[in-house]
Structure formats: structure tokens, C-alpha cells
């Protein structure tokens, strides 16, 4: 049996008797993409910080690459091995995007294409711009390109697009699945439940640091995404009154009307009902998204600035 | 390769140059404009003169980028997050504070030397480049080192990290007999001065640049190297670079 690339048993990790990650387990392949969804402070960061050996675990075992990050030789290995995306970037203001480039290449015995580093994130064009002249997209798309400096097998991507203009977003992720078609592990924590679902081989919903739910993102919709429903925007309560005559899952959302499909006769009936009252509605058919899948474990809606509410 | 980077990147500092660099040479030369230097090779240095003032300011330049350069320079590295990222690389928290250490050696020496060709062109003094003064400058450079990756690592605020840098420095520039003999202060601040790293840091250079009275400058240096290793010691203590 292979062993995985990352191994996380009962990770704990309390700040001052506060528990921001409160028994995680996971595993991920080698070649896998591993999305951890969760909101601000779900304990994503701290995860993703404890793989890069930057942060102790208060307790539990963390396996990277078959070294454990408590060891100061393990950690040592592992930093050799991996790549880091961090939030927000920074690197030495006054140096240029290649000399930055160059001044991490140093710290590893790979050699490294910095050209085709610049040409792979689309910034060659900046390569002698002052890294504190640059734009925030293409500090992190530098960023990036230092995550890969080293050739790393394994990739730890810590809200890689969150804030970021469209066309960095483009690139970022086109360069995950360049990355992911080579065969690389790629670790990513995002609040975007649409990155999460595109990207995700497998997914970990954290909420309240812990992992209440893990599994492919087709998995996770059949098991919580509730199925499909037919929803008529801005029904209001006439067509809920209607609705409710002919079936009793009916309910509202607001002003939309909601109704589980389950057979096609089930939406003859409802539009024949509605026409007949002289409601004319919009209708939309819906299938269930991580969206709806985290909703109905947590209760909570996630906004695109990482609020759950 | 840390001590290259970092050195590229202090140079290419607008504000770095101008106050590592440009304000000594000026104050040098205002110094030695008003005073001039009278002392001729061989003489015993005069109190009020280039040759007097030109150790002093080298010192006291060098304490300054320790003391505030390095602590704005650390403050910032911090809170842009490059020291987290440098973290996550397989570079140590030794190397990255020896490369610091060294580059603030080279700012040191570059600084030293731009003083002591002009001293020599402009006012004719007269100096000694021997193993003393070469030790005293980098443990000097050490020492205020230390300073600033204490000051940068203990406080979370760039600003007042800067500001407390600020504190420092200046009262321990005037306290120190850069620009007036310390024998000119009332008693409690010469008991003051004597508790100061740079006194000891300006008189070595002093004695073994211009006086050459190495048996002075050898006490001076020992009292130097205490400063510089307890100082390192704890700048490297602060510095953070994963959670301890």
C-alpha cells in the first residue's frame, strides 16, 4: 500500500486554551487535489501552516511526505520538498521579481528555469519590476512562482485567488490544473465553494476546527446536497398557497418558492396548477452545490469575504 | 546569498542610502568646516577636531543602521510577511541572522571607508587601519545589530519598533562623545555615557584609528565584544521566525 503524501491524525492546535483546530484527520494521495473549504477561522490557515512546519501541533500526528513536522530533522525534509503559497506574499521590496526569484531558488540544491517560471505565472514581462512596485495579483502570481522554485512534490496553496483581480485568478487557475495534469499533490484552502468543487479531487469541509465532512465533491452533494428542486423566483405566497394544495415538501426561501424535483409529472403538475391560477412565474431548475451542501450541515451561508452567517 | 539580497536590498533604499550614508558625509563635512583639523600625524588628538569627531561618526553611523535601519528593515520584513515565508523555506533562523549580521558588516565597512577617504583627502587626517580597528568595527556592527533584531523581533508595530529605535540612537549619540568629549559633560552624565555601548564603540575607534593607543583600544574591545555577543544572542533569541 502506498503511504499517503500527507497524514493527519487528531490534530489539535489550541491558542491560549482555545482550540482553532479540534481533532482533524485526513489523508491525501500522492497526485490528489485536497480542497479545505471553510469560513474565516475555521481553522484552514493553521492546518495549512502546520504542514509547512511553521506551526506545532498542540497534540496529534502530522505525517508530510513520511516525515513527521514535530522533528526538527522531519521538518527540515519536508521544507526541502514542498512548496508554500501564502495568503499574501511578501518577498524583498527592493529586489526585482527575478532577483526575489533567484534569492529563494538559492535556498534549495534544485536547479531552476526562472524564465520558465515567469513565462508558466505570465510575468515575464515584469521580471525586472521592483517586487513592491507590483500590482497585489502579480505579487501573489510571483508568489506562485516561488511556490514552485523547487520543483515541489507537494503543493500547499493557502487562498490562493481569494481578493484577486479576474485575469490572476485565470492564471492561478490554469496553473493548478497544468500542475494537477503532471502528476503533482496539491493542498488548497479556500472559502470559494465553486474552486473548491472545480478543483477538489476530494474536499474537507472544516467548520469550528474540525472536518465535518470528507469525500468527493460528487459524493458530499449526493450524500447532504439534498437533490434537485424546481424554484419559482418571486412566487411569494400565492404561489406557495398554490404549491401547497398538491404537495407538502413545498416551502419558501424568502420570496421563492421551492420544490424537490422528483419526476418530471411532479413539475407538470405544479406548472399546470400555477398557470391555472394565473401566475406566471420565473422557474429554475436547481442542482445542489457545495453551497447547498455546507448550508445543511452548518446551517450557515457562506459570503464571497469567507462570513459564515 | 542572504547577505547579498539583503545588502542589494538596504542599497537600493532611497531613505537607507540618504541616512546610512549621505547624513554622516554631511555632517562630516559641517563638523570639519567649523573646526578644521589642526592635528598633524603623530600629535596628540585634539578635542575639537576632524580627526576627534571622524571615529565618533563612524560609530555612530553604524549604531544608527543597526539600532533604527535594521529594526524598520526587520519590522517590515515581518509584517509583509516575508519572514513567514522565508519560514517555510529550508533556510535556518541561524542563516537568515548571520546573513543579516554579515550584511550590516558590509554596510559597516562600506560606511567606514567612505569616512576615512574623505577624512584623509578633505582634512588630512591621519589613519590607522590595523587588526584593532578592523575588530572594533565589526564588533561594533554586531553589537547594534543585535539591537535592531531585538527591537524588530520584541515589538509588533513597525512604527513603534521605529520610534523606539529613535530613542535610543539619538540620546546615546550625543552621550557618547561623538560630538563633544565626554570629559565636557556634568558628572552624572558622564556616569551615563559610561554605561553606553558606543562610548566604547567610538573610543576604540578612536584609539586605534587616530591615537594609536592600543592598550586602550584592546579594553575598548573587550567591552565591545560583551555588548556584541549578549546583544546578538538576544537579537537572534527575538528574532521570530516559526511559533516557538
Known amino acids: 500500500m502506498v503511504e499517503p503524501v500527507v497524514s493527519v491524525e487528531g490534530l489539535v492546535k489550541r491558542y491560549d486554551g482555545l482550540a482553532a483546530v479540534d481533532g482533524v484527520s485526513f489523508e491525501v494521495q500522492k497526485g490528489e487535489i485536497f480542497a479545505l473549504l471553510g469560513p474565516n477561522g475555521a481553522g484552514k490557515t493553521t492546518t ?78 515584469v521580471a525586472k519590476v521592483r517586487f513592491a512596485d507590483l500590482s497585489g495579483g502579480l505579487k501573489q502570481r510571483v508568489g506562485f512562482a516561488v511556490a514552485l522554485v523547487n520543483d515541489p512534490e507537494l503543493i500547499l496553496l493557502d487562498e490562493p485567488t481569494t481578493g484577486l483581480d479576474f485575469e490572476t485568478r485565470r492564471i492561478t487557475r490554469k496553473v493548478i490544473g497544468d500542475l494537477h495534469a503532471k502528476g503533482k499533490t496539491i493542498i488548497l484552502t479556500t472559502h470559494y465553494m465553486a474552486e473548491a468543487e472545480q478543483f477538489g479531487d476530494r474536499m474537507g469541509i472544516l467548520c469550528g476546527g474540525k472536518i465535518i465532512a470528507l469525500d468527493t465533491p460528487a459524493a458530499l452533494l449526493g ?19 398554490t404549491l401547497r394544495r398538491f404537495f407538502d415538501t413545498v416551502s419558501m426561501d424568502g420570496s421563492d418558492v421551492v420544490l424537490p424535483f422528483e419526476r418530471l409529472r411532479d413539475l407538470e403538475v405544479a406548472l399546470t396548477a400555477l398557470v391555472g391560477r394565473g401566475l406566471e412565474v420565473e422557474v429554475v431548475l436547481h442542482s445542489p452545490t457545495i453551497e447547498d451542501v455546507f448550508l445543511r450541515l452548518t446551517g450557515l451561508k457562506m459570503s464571497d469575504t469567507g462570513e459564515a452567517n | 546569498m542572504v547577505s547579498i539580497a539583503v545588502t542589494r536590498n ?43 569627531f571622524l ?68 582634512y588630512n587626517i591621519s589613519v590607522l587601519i590595523n587588526a584593532y580597528s578592523l575588530v572594533v568595527l565589526f564588533l561594533g556592527a554586531l553589537l547594534f545589530s543585535g539591537v535592531g533584531m531585538s527591537l524588530a523581533g520584541l515589538v509588533k508595530d513597525p512604527e513603534v519598533a521605529s520610534g523606539l529605535g529613535n530613542i535610543i540612537a539619538f540620546p546615546m549619540m550625543l552621550l557618547s562623545g561623538t560630538f563633544w568629549p565626554i570629559s565636557s ?60
Open chain 1, 48 to 125: 495549512i501552516e502546520i504542514l509547512e512546519c511553521i506551526r506545532q501541533p498542540t497534540a496529534g500526528s502530522v505525517k508530510v511526505l513520511g516525515h513527521s513536522v514535530a522533528a526538527s530533522h522531519g521538518a527540515s525534509e519536508i521544507k526541502k520538498r514542498i512548496g508554500v503559497l501564502p495568503p499574501e506574499f511578501g518577498a524583498l521590496g527592493r529586489l526585482t521579481v527575478a532577483e526575489n526569484l533567484s534569492f529563494f531558488a538559492g535556498m534549495y540544491d534544485t536547479s531552476v528555469d526562472v524564465m520558465g517560471l515567469l513565462d508558466l505565472l505570465e510575468i515575464r514581462s
Open chain 1, 223 to 241: 450524500k447532504f446536497g439534498g437533490g434537485k428542486t424546481v424554484i419559482f423566483k418571486s412566487g411569494g405566497d400565492a404561489a406557495f398557497g
Open chain 2, 10 to 52: 538596504w542599497l537600493r533604499s532611497r531613505s537607507g542610502l540618504l541616512f546610512s550614508f549621505l547624513f554622516p558625509v554631511m555632517l562630516l563635512l559641517i563638523l570639519g568646516g567649523i573646526y578644521g583639523n589642526p592635528d598633524s600625524p603623530g600629535q596628540a588628538v585634539g578635542q575639537n577636531t576632524a580627526s576627534y
Open chain 2, 55 to 122: 571615529p565618533g561618526l563612524i560609530a555612530a553611523f553604524i549604531m544608527t543602521n543597526g539600532v533604527i535601519g535594521l529594526t524598520n528593515v526587520g519590522s517590515e520584513l515581518k509584517r509583509n510577511g516575508v519572514l513567514r515565508r522565508l519560514s517555510a523555506t529550508p533556510l535556518t533562523k541561524l542563516e537568515w541572522v548571520l546573513g543579516n549580521l554579515l550584511s550590516q558588516t558590509i554596510l559597516a565597512l562600506a560606511l567606514a571607508a567612505v569616512m576615512l577617504i574623505l577624512g584623509a583627502a578633505l
Open chain 2, 185 to 244: 559633560m556634568p558628572s552624572y552624565l558622564q556616569t551615563v555615557a559610561q554605561a553606553l555601548p558606543l562610548t566604547y564603540f567610538a573610543d576604540g575607534l578612536r584609539n586605534s584609528m587616530i591615537s594609536a593607543n592600543f592598550s586602550a583600544a584592546f579594553t575598548d574591545l573587550v567591552v565591545v565584544a560583551v555588548f556584541a555577543l549578549v546583544l546578538v544572542l538576544l537579537g537572534a533569541r527575538f528574532t521570530q521566525w516559526k511559533e516557538s
